[in-house]
Nanobody, 128 residues
Framework: QLQLVESGGGLVQAGGSLRLSCAAS????????MGWFRQAPGKEREFVAA????????FYADSVKGRFTISRDNAKNTMYLQMNSLKPEDTAVYYC?????????????????????WGQGTQVTVSS
């Protein structure tokens, strides 16, 4: 099994930056496609970004394009989400997730059903 633990969340002023980390342990990390989701109060969990095992292919939700950057360091078994120009609308619990394969089929990268492993989440709060 693959275990995922998020860290790096906190309180930040609008326009500021945060970097989230997702540490993986257990089964092999390097071959898994991975992603970030978030869930705001009263809303459904939504896709944020995804990345393939090589790091060469990335996907982003329209709401974060140009502001967030997903990356991974397979040697350190860690995935990152660099969040810049944060807005109050970005306030949510952020979850890291891993698929049980190297690649996604079609649009499965932006669907909860496309992932097999989940972390417990880390809170990000952006003040106005």
């Amino acid at each position: 099994q693959l275990q995922l633990v998020e860290s790096g969340g906190g309180l930040v002023q609008a326009g500021g930056s945060l970097r989230l980390s997702c540490a993986a342990s257990g089964r092999t990390f390097s071959s898994n496609a991975m992603g970030w989701f978030r869930q705001a109060p009263g809303k459904e969990r939504e896709f944020v970004a995804a990345i393939y095992w090589s790091g060469g292919s990335t996907f982003y939700a329209d709401s974060v394009k140009g502001r967030f950057t997903i990356s991974r360091d397979n040697a350190k078994n860690t995935m990152y989400l660099q969040m810049n120009s944060l807005k109050p609308e970005d306030t949510a619990v952020y979850y890291c997730a891993a698929a049980g394969k190297q690649y996604f089929i079609g649009s499965s990268y932006r669907r909860i059903s496309g992932y097999d492993y989940w972390g417990q989440g880390t809170q990000v709060t952006v003040s106005s």
